[in-house]
């Protein structure tokens, strides 16, 4: 199986700060790689897929990158509602495989 | 719009069997496939398989092999996924997930719509 190794596992920020998130595969996947986030009590949401593409209906100040096996997803201007946890999640093999999540707090 | 609506909450006891509904609304049902993902209290995600709506063919995580039975039943567009020989570990909210793609999938993955998840809980 291919792991997905996340970091930081947790994170503290202001309103306004630029986050940044990295994701980094046990094998190359190449862009086949996704961003979820998940606010408490509710089901993910696609942010990003194909490494890059952003799901329709996102704004733009998110942004992710990266090809092979190191990946990336930045927030620009964190915003309350962006306080939540971020999942990576590859696809470029079977079985589907999720990071360990990335919580976002205010600080 | 397209919809995802899973069954209520369960409470299980160890041994038992919960079987998890799936009902869609707003597309072909049969032209997607669907996932199902779970997640421990205060923990990751964790995918466990899909089925093919249309056929019924199913894969599944080794984790579950012997354990969870995914299936559907076309003439009310839902799918569903059953656990048996259920542990405390299974403790868990259990999410369907539609497949983003028509038909099969060059590659699998959750895509943007999601059910609002159901809480089975294991306890003596």
């Known amino acids: 199986d291919i792991q997905m190794t996340q970091s930081p596992s947790s994170l503290s920020a202001s309103v306004g700060d630029r986050v940044t998130i990295t994701c980094r595969a046990s094998?190359?996947?190449?862009?086949?790689l996704a961003w979820l986030q998940q606010k408490p009590g509710k089901a993910p949401k696609s942010l990003i897929y194909?490494?890059?593409s952003l799901q329709s209906g996102v704004p733009s100040k998110f942004n992710g990158s990266g090809s092979g096996t190191d990946f990336t997803l930045t927030i620009s201007s964190l915003q309350p509602e962006d306080f939540a946890t971020y999942y990576c999640?590859?696809?470029?093999?079977?079985?589907?495989?999720f990071g360990g999540g990335t919580k976002v707090e205010i600080k | 719009q397209v919809q995802l609506v899973q069954s209520g909450a369960e409470v299980k006891k160890p041994g038992a069997s919960v079987k998890v509904s799936c009902k869609t609304f707003?597309?072909?049902?049969?032209?997607?496939?669907m996932h199902w993902v779970r997640q421990a209290p205060g923990q990751g995600l964790e995918w466990m398989g899909w089925?093919?709506?249309?056929?019924?063919?199913?894969k599944y995580v080794e984790n579950f092999q012997g354990r969870v039975t995914m299936t559907r039943d076309t003439s009310i567009s839902t799918a569903y996924m059953e656990l048996s020989r259920l542990t405390s570990d299974d403790t868990a909210v259990y999410f369907c997930?539609?497949?983003?793609?028509?038909?099969?999938?060059?590659?699998?993955?959750?895509?943007?719509?999601w059910g609002q998840g159901t809480l089975v809980t294991v306890s003596s």
């Open positions: 997930a539609r497949d983003p793609q028509r038909g099969k999938p060059i590659r699998m993955r959750t895509g943007v719509y």
């Open positions: 707003g597309y072909t049902f049969t032209g997607h496939y």
């Open positions: 089925i093919n709506p249309n056929t019924g063919d199913t």
């Open positions: 094998q190359g996947i190449s862009n086949y």
């Open positions: 194909g490494a890059s």
């Open positions: 999640q590859q696809y470029g093999g079977s079985p589907l495989t």
